[in-house]
């Protein structure tokens, strides 16, 4: 009996020491859930990446596992069949939380592939806990797929035929979600609004004042082609969002040792001559002569990914810019978040590779080749067999075919975006999302397409004059597109290149030499009937060495063009209305000027040019100008005017305050002296005229063409290594520490200030005043003056106008486009 008690006994012993040996060994494996990270989540860099890799697979692209989707910040907060997933702000008792940390070893997520690292789970921690900011447009749902033809949308029967179809289309809309319009701004605000969007100027102050007591009805619309047709402004001002677009700067990553190629010449002149947008792009996919650095890339050096090779670069470059269509995912595999497929690379990568293209998925050879293929191959079919060259105009011609409705859309996507602050597809490479509007937005790119046949600049001129552009700003725009609504332009900040210029245009110290200079292409302008001029008769023999200087007066209409060839012996500055436009120190070196973009509407206007004999002794000296400005009367044409240079100008050996100005009354100027024709010795201009002249890039060198600096780096101009396609409006703390302590800023400002200073002739108040005018399109307030007054000093000191630069350049008013 003894033994089975003992027996007994022991067999509980045993159960009890096998709970307490069971209960040990699960305290021993308890988990210990990671502590949040301690910094400030973003969900692109660090968020995005973890539900693509982690969850999508079950969860995302049309899957719903467990009744779990993480289509969206919605549905990923309402979890699945366990019930929801997050408990706002509160990571700890968030179930998502327990599942990826492995709380419960059977429930672990993910179920297969690695577990999260304590650092990915900490990120996840910290993102709930901070609120859970999901980027707007981001979705793992089943890719969409917009319409590929282009879409023919009717205006409504009865419309205004005089109104802009904009607004025509935007009335039903506005109706629709109880929108009432606001009217048009001021004048003054929209000259600076479209004088920043079109060119990325400043108002100059004459002509902002002229504009502004212009009593045409029309006057906003001759404003719009004005300055739509300013060729040098406008080149010089879109340059850079092209240069974003298309990966294209002036120094950088591959540019030294042949892995990288600039398009700039080619880009500028295409800017410059308008080409038409389809054209554009079929020299650029199919890399033709000055644009195949497009299509080259960045040849990286070193080991890199088949997601990274060239052919892969130009496939997801192509689909991007000129698409709308993300390809950076499925480089690499089946994409998780649209309905682009690895082979869909692959297939569009090979056109451009010199050999079949193996495959890769997450960098393992797959065995086998993709055919080649557009992304849409209902446009057109890829001859394999033809070699590089001629697949590449297949394919460019493919793409530019006129059923390719996508093409217009993507690109009228963007330029809405410019003008007015949000597009009608946000993000713009996602152009498979609803817009807000599909029938503007369809009817825009039809329109392009067909009625404008691919001039983009009809096109931007249709949205610039419609009256959904002149409305007044609203705040920046949230929500997605579906429920989105547009009442009106949203605020925008400068760019960096249109804030540095602006503060260029304000104090008139402009960089002192560009990255590239257009005025390395030569052009031949029509010149006509003008002569060598000077002060005295025979001075094409001999003239005393001095500086004089000359004016001619010409009074103009509605100004449609403007163009001059220019020279002298020895120096000169030409002036136009008062703004510096060009010199030389060459005679046997003519440069052509474009003029239009300094004209002024309805008025008079001053072509004036200080002229100098450089010598110390007597020698020839001569001025040449010639060139026409053409221009319109309100009831008919006006024939061109002719400002060549002959003895209708007048002439100073005096320079009277303001004497280049269009307000100077030239008392006691002379007639100038008529020495003879372009053929006269000892210059033989005509012989240079024959061989073309430089085009001048004038004393104005814009940011666009010049490196980029730390300020401009902070401002969001990008290194251009990727494709950039929408610059961030929203400020940062490297901006705001750049433009509070960074060195670039600080000196440009301090070397203002003293050039500013320098000019003795300039009261302070006279100084304020001109300041604000330049910089804020108006006069100082009472307030204001005396505050600025004080600060400058009198006499007006260099440290007190550089405290004052800071002062405007760091207004609101002075940042941002209203």
Request: proline content about 6%; hydrophobic content about 40%; aromatic content about 8%.
């Given at each position: 009996?003894?033994?089975?008690?003992?027996?007994?006994?022991?067999?509980?012993?045993?159960?009890?020491?096998?709970?307490?040996?069971?209960?040990?060994?699960?305290?021993?494996?308890?988990?210990?859930?990671?502590?949040?990270?301690?910094?400030?989540?973003?969900?692109?860099?660090?968020?995005?990446?973890?539900?693509?890799?982690?969850?999508?697979?079950?969860?995302?692209?049309?899957?719903?596992?467990?009744?779990?989707?993480?289509?969206?910040?919605?549905?990923?907060?309402?979890?699945?069949?366990?019930?929801?997933?997050?408990?706002?702000?509160?990571?700890?008792?968030?179930?998502?939380?327990?599942?990826?940390?492995?709380?419960?070893?059977?429930?672990?997520?993910?179920?297969?592939?690695?577990?999260?690292?304590?650092?990915?789970?900490?990120?996840?921690?910290?993102?709930?806990?901070?609120?859970?900011?999901?980027?707007?447009?981001?979705?793992?749902?089943?890719?969409?797929?917009?319409?590929?033809?282009?879409?023919?949308?009717?205006?409504?029967?009865?419309?205004?035929?005089?109104?802009?179809?904009?607004?025509?289309?935007?009335?039903?809309?506005?109706?629709?979600?109880?929108?009432?319009?606001?009217?048009?701004?001021?004048?003054?605000?929209?000259?600076?609004?479209?004088?920043?969007?079109?060119?990325?100027?400043?108002?100059?102050?004459?002509?902002?004042?002229?504009?502004?007591?212009?009593?045409?009805?029309?006057?906003?619309?001759?404003?719009?082609?004005?300055?739509?047709?300013?060729?040098?402004?406008?080149?010089?001002?879109?340059?850079?969002?092209?240069?974003?677009?298309?990966?294209?700067?002036?120094?950088?990553?591959?540019?030294?040792?042949?892995?990288?190629?600039?398009?700039?010449?080619?880009?500028?002149?295409?800017?410059?001559?308008?080409?038409?947008?389809?054209?554009?792009?079929?020299?650029?996919?199919?890399?033709?002569?000055?644009?195949?650095?497009?299509?080259?890339?960045?040849?990286?050096?070193?080991?890199?990914?088949?997601?990274?090779?060239?052919?892969?670069?130009?496939?997801?470059?192509?689909?991007?810019?000129?698409?709308?269509?993300?390809?950076?995912?499925?480089?690499?595999?089946?994409?998780?978040?649209?309905?682009?497929?690895?082979?869909?690379?692959?297939?569009?990568?090979?056109?451009?590779?010199?050999?079949?293209?193996?495959?890769?998925?997450?960098?393992?050879?797959?065995?086998?080749?993709?055919?080649?293929?557009?992304?849409?191959?209902?446009?057109?079919?890829?001859?394999?067999?033809?070699?590089?060259?001629?697949?590449?105009?297949?394919?460019?011609?493919?793409?530019?075919?006129?059923?390719?409705?996508?093409?217009?859309?993507?690109?009228?996507?963007?330029?809405?975006?410019?003008?007015?602050?949000?597009?009608?597809?946000?993000?713009?490479?996602?152009?498979?999302?609803?817009?807000?509007?599909?029938?503007?937005?369809?009817?825009?790119?039809?329109?392009?397409?067909?009625?404008?046949?691919?001039?983009?600049?009809?096109?931007?001129?249709?949205?610039?004059?419609?009256?959904?552009?002149?409305?007044?700003?609203?705040?920046?725009?949230?929500?997605?597109?579906?429920?989105?609504?547009?009442?009106?332009?949203?605020?925008?900040?400068?760019?960096?290149?249109?804030?540095?210029?602006?503060?260029?245009?304000?104090?008139?110290?402009?960089?002192?030499?560009?990255?590239?200079?257009?005025?390395?292409?030569?052009?031949?302008?029509?010149?006509?009937?003008?002569?060598?001029?000077?002060?005295?008769?025979?001075?094409?023999?001999?003239?005393?060495?001095?500086?004089?200087?000359?004016?001619?007066?010409?009074?103009?209409?509605?100004?449609?063009?403007?163009?001059?060839?220019?020279?002298?012996?020895?120096?000169?500055?030409l002036y136009v209305n008062g703004t510096r436009v060009a010199s030389g120190e060459e005679w046997s070196k003519p440069?052509?000027?474009?003029?239009?973009?300094?004209?002024?509407?309805?008025?008079?206007?001053?072509?004036?040019?200080?002229?100098?004999?450089?010598?110390?002794?007597?020698?020839?000296?001569?001025?040449?100008?010639?060139?026409?400005?053409?221009?319109?009367?309100?009831?008919?044409?006006?024939?061109?005017?002719?400002?060549?240079?002959?003895?209708?100008?007048?002439?100073?050996?005096?320079?009277?305050?303001?004497?280049?100005?269009?307000?100077?009354?030239?008392?006691?100027?002379?007639?100038?002296?008529?020495?003879?024709?372009?053929?006269?010795?000892?210059?033989?201009?005509?012989?240079?005229?024959?061989?073309?002249?430089?085009?001048?890039?004038?004393?104005?060198?814009?940011?666009?063409?010049?490196?980029?600096?730390?300020?401009?780096?902070?401002?969001?101009?990008?290194?251009?290594?990727?494709?950039?396609?929408?610059?961030?409006?929203?400020?940062?703390?490297?901006?705001?520490?750049?433009?509070?302590?960074?060195?670039?800023?600080?000196?440009?400002?301090?070397?203002?200030?003293?050039?500013?200073?320098?000019?003795?002739?300039?009261?302070?108040?006279?100084?304020?005043?001109?300041?604000?005018?330049?910089?804020?399109?108006?006069?100082?307030?009472?307030?204001?003056?005396?505050?600025?007054?004080?600060?400058?000093?009198?006499?007006?000191?260099?440290?007190?106008?550089?405290?004052?630069?800071?002062?405007?350049?760091?207004?609101?008013?002075?940042?941002?486009?209203?």
């Amino acid at each position: 009996m003894r033994k089975i008690f003992f027996v007994i006994a022991l067999a509980a012993g045993l159960v009890v020491a096998l709970r307490w040996s069971v209960a040990l060994a699960a305290e021993s494996k308890k988990v210990v859930v990671p502590p949040a990270a301690a910094r400030p989540v973003d969900f692109d860099k660090d968020i995005k990446p973890i539900l693509t890799n982690a969850c999508a697979k079950c969860h995302g692209g049309g899957k719903s596992k467990g009744e779990f989707r993480i289509d969206s910040k919605l549905t990923f907060i309402k979890g699945g069949e366990s019930g929801p997933a997050v408990v706002e702000h509160d990571s700890g008792k968030s179930l998502v939380i327990q599942l990826v940390a492995g709380v419960d070893p059977d429930k672990i997520m993910p179920q297969k592939g690695e577990p999260l690292t304590a650092a990915e789970v900490g990120l996840l921690r910290a993102w709930i806990d901070q609120g859970m900011k999901w980027t707007e447009g981001v979705t793992f749902a089943a890719g969409k797929s917009a319409p590929l033809v282009p879409r023919v949308v009717s205006l409504p029967a009865g419309a205004d035929a005089k109104a802009n179809p904009i607004d025509v289309l935007l009335t039903p809309y506005f109706a629709k979600h109880n929108v009432k319009a606001a009217g048009a701004v001021e004048d003054r605000v929209f000259a600076r609004r479209v004088w920043l969007d079109v060119v990325g100027l400043l108002p100059p102050p004459a002509e902002l004042d002229a504009f502004i007591a212009d009593q045409s009805p029309d006057k906003r619309e001759k404003l719009v082609w004005r300055l739509l047709n300013d060729k040098k402004a406008y080149t010089e001002h879109w340059i850079s969002f092209w240069n974003d677009l298309l990966r294209n700067d002036y120094k950088g990553t591959g540019y030294i040792d042949g892995g990288r190629k600039q398009i700039t010449p080619w880009l500028y002149k295409a800017l410059s001559d308008n080409m038409p947008f389809d054209q554009f792009v079929r020299e650029l996919v199919s890399g033709a002569s000055g644009s195949e650095g497009f299509i080259k890339g960045i040849v990286w050096r070193g080991v890199v990914n088949a997601a990274q090779t060239p052919q892969m670069q130009a496939a997801q470059n192509i689909s991007q810019v000129f698409m709308g269509a993300n390809l950076k995912c499925a480089s690499c595999h089946d994409s998780f978040v649209s309905q682009w497929l690895l082979a869909d690379s692959y297939g569009l990568a090979g056109i451009y590779a010199d050999a079949p293209l193996e495959m890769e998925r997450c960098s393992v050879p797959q065995g086998k080749v993709a055919p080649m293929k557009f992304l849409y191959p209902e446009l057109g079919a890829i001859d394999p067999k033809l070699p590089r060259d001629q697949r590449l105009n297949q394919l460019a011609t493919i793409i530019t075919n006129e059923k390719n409705g996508r093409l217009s859309r993507t690109i009228v996507n963007r330029l809405w975006k410019k003008f007015l602050g949000r597009a009608f597809v946000e993000p713009v490479d996602e152009m498979d999302q609803a817009p807000w509007d599909a029938d503007l937005l369809d009817w825009l790119a039809v329109d392009l397409a067909q009625t404008n046949k691919w001039d983009v600049k009809r096109t931007m001129a249709r949205i610039l004059t419609s009256r959904a552009y002149q409305m007044p700003v609203v705040p920046v725009a949230e929500g997605d597109n579906e429920q989105f609504t547009f009442r009106g332009p949203v605020v925008k900040r400068m760019t960096a290149e249109e804030f540095v210029d602006a503060l260029s245009a304000v104090t008139g110290v402009w960089p002192s030499k560009a990255a590239f200079d257009p005025a390395g292409a030569s052009t031949k302008l029509p010149h006509r009937k003008a002569k060598w001029i000077w002060s005295t008769a025979k001075a094409q023999a001999s003239a005393p060495p001095g500086t004089i200087y000359l004016r001619k007066e010409i009074p103009l209409e509605d100004v449609t063009s403007g163009e001059a060839i220019i020279t002298c012996d020895n120096r000169f500055v030409l002036y136009v209305n008062g703004t510096r436009v060009a010199s030389g120190e060459e005679w046997s070196k003519p440069i052509a000027v474009e003029l239009k973009g300094h004209l002024v509407n309805h008025t008079v206007n001053v072509i004036a040019v200080e002229a100098e004999n450089t010598t110390n002794a007597p020698s020839p000296a001569g001025l040449f100008i010639s060139g026409k400005i053409t221009h319109r009367k309100l009831s008919a044409g006006a024939p061109p005017v002719d400002l060549g240079t002959d003895k209708s100008w007048v002439w100073s050996d005096k320079a009277g305050q303001g004497w280049q100005n269009r307000e100077f009354a030239a008392t006691g100027w002379k007639a100038a002296a008529e020495l003879g024709d372009e053929r006269i010795g000892p210059w033989k201009l005509n012989e240079k005229l024959a061989e073309g002249v430089q085009l001048a890039s004038g004393p104005e060198v814009r940011s666009a063409l010049c490196t980029a600096d730390p300020l401009t780096t902070s401002l969001g101009r990008s290194n251009r290594e990727q494709v950039l396609t929408d610059r961030a409006s929203v400020a940062t703390t490297l901006q705001a520490l750049e433009m509070s302590n960074g060195s670039t800023l600080a000196e440009m400002l301090k070397k203002s200030a003293g050039k500013m200073a320098a000019d003795k002739s300039v009261t302070g108040e006279q100084l304020v005043q001109r300041l604000f005018v330049r910089a804020l399109g108006r006069n100082p307030t009472a307030g204001e003056m005396t505050t600025a007054t004080e600060m400058v000093g009198q006499p007006v000191k260099a440290e007190g106008v550089e405290d004052l630069l800071w002062v405007v350049a760091m207004l609101p008013e002075f940042q941002l486009i209203r």
